[in-house]
């Protein structure tokens, strides 16, 4: 059974730091390329990072490049999403996910992960 967790959410001042969790489970998500999205509440679940199964390619947002950096141990099963200069419009759920072998085009759709936790939540006071 696949399994995936996060952790490490929690209440952060504007301008602060959170880093988020992911365990996985269940596959060997050594072969898979992960991602992280977030959704808040009244919004669409939106693409945040995607790291390559080697590591060697990733992907942000727009709206967090420079401030947030995804990273994997792939021996370890888990990846990171190290979040800085954090802002109140980050507040979210943050969901991990493991990437659809063959969709890696279309690597910000929700569409193109098979997999998913069940969140945690980021809050950002300003």
């Known amino acids: 059974q696949v399994q995936l967790v996060e952790s490490g959410g929690g209440l952060v001042q504007a301008g602060g730091s959170l880093r988020l969790s992911c365990a996985a489970s269940?596959?060997?998500?050594?072969?898979?390329?992960m991602g992280w999205f977030r959704q808040a509440p009244g919004k669409e679940r939106e693409f945040v990072a995607r790291?390559?199964?080697?590591?060697?390619?990733?992907y942000y947002a727009d709206s967090v490049k420079g401030r947030f950096t995804i990273s994997r141990d792939s021996a370890q099963n888990t990846i990171y999403l190290q979040m800085n200069s954090l802002k109140p419009e980050d507040t979210a759920v943050y969901y991990c996910?493991?990437?659809?072998?063959?969709?890696?085009?279309?690597?910000?759709?929700?569409?193109?992960?098979?997999?998913w936790g069940q969140g945690t939540q980021v809050t950002v006071s300003s």
């Open positions: 996910a493991s990437g659809r072998p063959g969709f890696g085009d279309a690597y910000s759709r929700v569409g193109s992960y098979d997999y």
């Open positions: 269940g596959r060997t998500f050594s072969t898979y390329a």
């Open positions: 790291i390559t199964r080697s590591g060697g390619s990733i």
